[in-house]
């Protein structure tokens, strides 16, 4: 079974600076893909960012981008210029190819210090 | 565009009771997942559904059981309720079969059992 595992339970980042989140998974799959959620308070999952496995290219999208190294089974998450309205709950999360559900992590608390 | 929509947004039952909750998703997804999420477990897959049929189920007990109409609004029953199945339970939607692009959620039902 496919595990992703999120090692940071809490960060905190200086607004206007740059913090990485960490997210490993296991998996014998060659098909997958690979989310970022944000879950701030009002409890709704966000989507923030997505990978798809057979990419070498790293996403970007806007101040987010990822790092995506495979054969690490590695998949972390920058935020560059932290703004106050990033400070949320992060989860990271695996689809398989053969499968609509997605596995998390256990999350990463970001906390935004102004 | 409305975006996923769960009723209620909390709900008190007891021990024993029965409860419903409701999705309605994103005009025009078909597929519609449940995800059920405790400070203990993490998040969790329930089920996805996709044109009125169940695609995927998780580890759950019989007790759960979810359905969706043809107008793709799902609907999750919980029987005999347990203390531990106090959770915040989350809806997500996907226009894409195959969730390529990942799903979009709702803002979750809080239910407490008593």
């Known amino acids: 079974a496919q595990t992703v595992t999120q090692s940071q339970p809490e960060m905190s980042v200086q607004e206007a600076e740059t913090v990485t989140l960490s997210c490993t998974y296991d998996?014998?799959?060659?098909?997958?893909?690979l989310f970022w959620y944000k879950q701030p308070p009002s409890r709704q999952m966000i989507l923030v960012i997505r990978?798809?496995?057979?990419?070498?290219q790293n996403a970007t999208e806007n101040r987010f981008s990822v790092n995506f190294q495979k054969a690490a089974k590695s998949f972390s998450l920058k935020i560059s210029d932290s703004q106050l309205g990033d400070a949320a709950m992060y989860f990271c999360?695996?689809?398989?190819?053969?499968?609509?559900?997605?596995?998390f992590g256990q999350g990463t608390r970001l906390t935004i210090n102004p | 565009k409305a975006g996923v929509t769960q009723t209620p947004r909390y709900l008190i039952k007891t021990r024993g009771q029965q409860v419903t909750l409701s999705c309605s998703p994103i005009s025009g997804h078909r597929s519609v997942s449940w995800y059920q999420q405790t400070p203990g477990q993490g998040l969790q897959f329930l089920f996805e559904?996709?044109?009125?049929?169940?695609?995927n189920k998780g580890n759950f007990p019989g007790r759960f059981s979810g359905r969706q109409f043809s107008n793709s609004r799902s609907e999750m029953n919980v029987s005999t309720l347990e203390l531990g199945d106090s959770a915040l339970y989350l809806c997500a939607s996907s226009l894409d079969p195959q969730a390529n692009y990942g799903y979009t959620f709702g803002s979750g039902t809080r239910l407490t059992v008593v």
């Open positions: 999360a695996y689809r398989s190819g053969r499968s609509q559900k997605l596995v």
């Open positions: 559904y996709f044109s009125e049929t169940q695609r």
């Open positions: 998996t014998s799959e060659s098909d997958y893909y």
């Open positions: 990978q798809e496995a057979y990419k070498q």
